[in-house]
Structure formats: structure tokens, C-alpha cells
């Protein structure tokens, strides 16, 4: 979440894997548009790939594959250019590819931004699998021409439904702005072989124009498209640029990723019927804006979607966890502007009717050890009321704090109590226990209890855990005052932790990512920060850890990380 910022662009700079500028298409132009042929007896170029390839939402016989082939220079994200092109894809349990498991074709075009998704099965559960792209170009879709090999990426199966599993391991990031910062976090996670996937919990990308957020200063790196994104051809571009960066990339080639989106792959405090950032009229209809917003994700994105137009989705690993993903931002309603009693409406939610139910139902209905929820906002409520006037200022603007009534973030659960209380009820009642949501968002970190009733914590028992992990690159507290670490920080968070017991940590400065590691004893967070995210090289050191224990819906911290 960020406010919105007016910007004047200064200069692009040029993305390594773009040729060319990016044509304007209205929304659903793209899909009719046809590319230029070679000149006369000219050798048509080869195809590239130039976005990386990616794997994700692994299945315990199965896993989905992406890319995205580029069939000539001119062929960029969102220009509706390039002619189609063949691609095979084939996977193997060793990185030479000896004895192909599985293989297959299809056929990347304009109509898809030249993306491609290949959703295998039959595969092993729990075993690591090798997989690459091939595609032939310069035949004019005959498959005639130049052959061209992707980089070679590698993947994950979920264990089988039923499997007794000693342990997963995840990667848990979110809040990733191109201009903020460099993606290290990125790096260091692609480096570690032992995870079983990364979960994305959110504002994978964001819609700004360049300049935009954060306002200060120049951006580090430029956005493309320069301006806000709109349409179906710059959220496509948008999306392309960020598929460049080297280190996300590596992301993608080592592990399978978990993803849902947030707001920012809309635009800011998006909700079911507009925006924060988005003027209807100026800037077209919400709609249509969303549509093609959706409709560039799932192209881009390694995203199975289960539901047509939603991120609500279930996986399993084996009987130790199952992994609950929602979507809160399609479904909900708007945002509370002041405190007026409003955020307690029961006619509000957050999640819609439907996908509640949906949650509610899988979580009574689990087996597995742990129930893991991926929610891209808080659930665990928040009160900054008991903050001094010159600490409350600054997070009001990093958090979207309402200026008049509840010092409260109308974007989180503390927005839509009412669906909140639902849910607690409903773990409570159905004896429902060892439920951790997992949240990006909000650029800190926090480990936090989710009480019955905040008003009489620690009396009120806790019906579940929280580990929010903090930002990528997007500015946090002290890059927002532009002030050293801690300069202000730690008197606010002693200040959140004393009128919000149930918190037992927050880091409102650092960025980095999060390593969850889940046995059969316990579900462990272990928490880590980048040196400077304005540098690309920057190293990763462990910071914190905290764990909940089996049955007791408690956090306590751990003085050494899992590995």
C-alpha cells in the first residue's frame, strides 16, 4: 500500500531485453494484431528468450511451466508484434536431459504476449525435475528455421495427498518496486537448495508511472512503460520489464513459485469496484483497467488458476500442510475512509461471500498438520491510536492510515472486522487449531498472535499465528523520512507492541525475505535482511526468528535459524 504520488519522468533507461518501444494498444487489440514480415529473400531473425523461464503451483504429480519467446527484435511485450512461434518444452530428472520424462509442444503468438504455460503431469511427487523450452523460428509458424534453447530451470513436486512428510521449506517474499530498489532478495533465495517453493505473497510489480512512488528523489531504475500503466499493453510491458531483471529470473529457474497478487498488480488499494489510484474517466473504466490487468498476469505469470479471474486457490503438501491462497482484493468492498464505525458494518467484506465460505470449509475439512492461509494483508489487528502525534504522522502516510477517526488500516482485516470475526468463530468453534496465515503488504516485518479478543489480550486466547514478512525494495519507514535505521523506528514499534500485546515483533526498517520452515513440532519464520537494497550486490544476513508450536496458536522466538 503507498499513496499516490504525481510524477514527471526524467529519462528511460534501456532494459536489456528490450529492442524497441512499446506500441500503444487498446485492451483487447492486441490478440488481432499481426506482425511485419521479413524483407524479401531476408533471413527472418531467431527467436530469443530473453524473460527466463519459471515453474510453479506444484501438484504432487504435476507442476506448470512458463516462458516467454521474443520471435524478432520488434516483438516486445505489449507491441500485439511477432509472428507465432513453435515452442517444445520437455523435462528431466537430471539437467543434461538423458531420459526425457516428459515433453510436449505448443504454439507462442500475439494473442497471449507470446507467453507460454505447458501444465505437465505424470510426474513423481516430491522429486526435483529439470525442464527446458525450445522454438523454432524464422518459418513462418512451419516450424522451419533457426532453433534456439531457453536456459534450463528447475522445479519441484508437492509429496503425494497422503504422504507422511517430515518437513517443507518455503521462500516467502512480497512488495517488490522496480524503481525502489535492486531485487537481492531474489538472489539470495534462488542461491538456497533447499527450499520447496517460493511463496509471493503479493505486488509482485507496481503500476506507478516512473517517478511515482516512492516521490523522493530519482528512481534507481526507470519503469517501462514510463507512464501509469492502463491497458493491456502496458501491463504486459510492465510486466515484461520486471521478467528482465537477473536476479528474479534466477528466482524462477531455481525454484517453483506461489503466487497471489495484491493490490499494486491493479493499482493502489485496489478494491472490487475501483481504486486509491484510479480515476474513472482520465483513466478509463475500472473494469476494463482490471481486465487487463488479470488477463497480463495469468499471461505472465507460473499461476494455475482454479477459479477463472481469481488467485483463490488450495495445494497441498502431503499430510503436514495444506496451503490456503486468497484474493483480497476482486472481491472486496471499499475501503473505510474514517472512523465512523464503518470497518464493523456487517454488510462489508473483505474476501466476498463465496471465497470465505470456500476458506472456512477447507479449513474444517484439513487433515494436515498445519493449515497454512496466504493472505496479502493483515489479519491480525492493529492499533496506532497509542503512538505519539510525530511517529503517527509518517506511518499514517506509509500505511494509508485513515488522517481523521480510527488509527487503524482500513486496507487489512482491520478494515472488515466483521469478516474477521467470522473466521475467528469458525476456527474456534470447529476446534480448529495450528492455523498460521502468511502476509506481505505493509514493508515490515512481524510476528504476531491472532487473538479471540485483541481488548483483553493476553486473557483472550489466540486463535491463530501470523508471520508477515517485510518488502523486497518498497519503502519502509526509514527510507520514507529518509533517516538512518532505527532513528525512529524502534520507539514506534515499542509504542505498537505496548497498545497491541498480542505483536510480539515488528521491523518497520529492513527489507529482505522470509524462510518458513514447517514440521510436524512446529512452523518456524526465520526472518532475513539485505545490507542495501539500493545495491546490487548486496548480502543477505539472518535477523530474527520465531516459531508457534504445535497446539499452542502462540509465537515465541528462537535465538538461531532452521539452517
Request: aromatic share 8%; charged share 20%.
Amino acid at each position: 500500500m503507498t499513496s499516490r504520488h504525481a510524477s514527471s519522468p526524467s529519462r528511460r533507461t534501456v532494459v536489456r531485453a528490450a529492442a524497441a518501444t512499446a506500441a500503444a494498444v487498446p485492451v483487447l487489440s492486441a490478440t488481432a494484431s499481426a506482425s511485419a514480415s521479413p524483407a524479401s529473400g531476408a533471413a527472418a531473425p531467431a527467436p530469443a528468450f530473453l524473460h527466463g523461464v519459471a515453474s510453479g503451483d506444484p501438484l504432487p504429480d504435476g507442476v506448470l511451466l512458463w516462458t516467454r519467446v521474443t520471435p524478432d527484435p520488434g516483438a516486445e511485450p505489449g507491441s500485439g508484434r511477432g509472428a507465432d512461434t513453435p515452442v517444445r518444452w520437455e523435462v528431466a530428472e537430471d539437467r543434461e536431459f538423458t531420459a526425457l520424462t516428459a515433453s510436449g509442444t505448443t504454439l507462442a503468438s500475439a494473442a497471449s504476449d507470446h507467453t507460454v504455460k505447458a501444465d505437465v503431469r505424470g510426474l513423481r511427487p516430491a522429486t526435483s525435475y529439470y525442464f527446458r523450452f525450445t522454438a523454432n523460428g524464422g518459418g513462418g509458424g512451419t516450424g522451419e528455421g533457426a532453433e534456439v534453447r531457453s536456459p534450463v530451470g528447475r522445479t519441484r513436486t508437492a509429496p503425494a495427498t497422503g504422504a507422511s512428510v517430515a518437513g517443507v521449506r518455503f521462500g516467502v517474499v512480497s512488495c517488490a518496486n522496480w524503481e525502489a530498489g535492486w531485487f537481492s532478495a531474489y538472489r539470495h533465495l534462488a542461491a538456497r537448495a533447499d527450499l520447496d517453493a517460493v511463496l509471493h505473497l503479493g505486488d509482485y510489480l507496481y503500476e506507478y508511472a516512473s517517478g511515482g512512488y516512492p516521490a523522493q528523489g530519482a528512481a534507481l531504475r526507470e519503469h517501462r512503460p514510463a507512464h501509469e500503466i492502463l491497458n493491456l499493453a502496458d501491463y504486459r510491458l510492465r510486466h515484461g520489464t520486471y521478467k528482465t531483471d537477473t536476479d528474479l529470473q534466477a528466482l524462477h529457474a531455481a525454484h517453483p513459485v506461489i503466487a497471489i497478487w495484491d493490490d499494486h498488480e491493479f493499482a493502489n488499494d485496489a478494491w472490487s469496484g475501483g481504486a486509491q489510484n484510479h480515476t474513472p474517466g482520465t483513466e478509463g473504466v475500472w473494469e476494463e483497467r482490471v481486465a487487463a490487468a488479470k488477463q497480463a498476469y495469468f499471461e505472465w505469470m507460473p499461476v494455475r488458476a482454479s477459479t477463472e479471474g481469481t488467485v483463490y486457490r488450495r495445494l497441498r503438501f502431503g499430510r503436514l500442510a495444506d496451503l490456503h491462497l486468497l484474493d483480497l482484493r476482486s472481491f472486496r468492498s471499499e475501503q473505510a475512509s474514517t472512523g465512523n464505525g464503518a470497518v464493523d458494518a456487517p454488510e462489508r467484506t473483505i474476501t466476498g461471500r463465496a471465497q470465505l465460505d470456500w476458506l472456512k470449509a477447507g479449513l474444517a475439512g484439513s487433515d494436515a498438520v498445519w493449515k497454512l492461509v496466504g493472505t496479502s494483508v493483515m489479519i491480525s489487528p492493529v492499533a496506532f491510536g497509542a503512538l505519539p502525534a510525530h511517529l503517527l504522522g509518517p506511518l499514517t502516510g506509509l500505511l494509508g492510515l485513515p488522517k481523521e477517526g480510527l488509527a487503524v488500516n482500513v486496507d487489512q482485516w482491520d478494515g472488515y472486522t466483521d469478516d474477521r470475526r467470522e473466521l475467528i468463530a469458525h476456527l474456534r468453534e470447529r476446534g480448529i487449531t495450528d492455523t498460521v496465515f502468511l502476509t506481505g503488504d505493509i514493508h515490515m516485518a512481524w510476528a504476531s498472535e491472532v487473538p479471540v479478543r485483541a481488548a483483553t489480550y493476553p486473557l483472550s486466547p489466540s486463535a491463530a499465528t501470523e508471520f508477515v514478512v517485510t518488502s523486497v525494495t518498497s519503502d519502509n519507514l526509514d527510507d520514507i523520512l529518509r533517516v538512518a535505521p532505527q532513528t525512529v523506528s524502534l520507539a514506534a514499534a515499542a509504542a505498537v507492541r505496548t497498545a497491541n500485546r498480542h505483536v510480539k515483533w515488528v521491523d518497520m526498517d529492513s527489507h529482505g525475505y522470509g524462510v518458513l520452515d514447517v514440521t510436524a513440532e512446529q512452523a518456524q519464520m526465520d526472518y532475513y535482511v539485505l545490507s542495501d537494497k539500493t545495491a546490487e550486490d548486496a548480502s543477505s544476513a539472518w535477523s530474527r526468528s520465531y516459531r508457534t508450536r504445535r497446539g499452542t496458536q502462540r509465537v515465541e522466538r528462537v535465538d538461531r535459524p532452521v539452517r
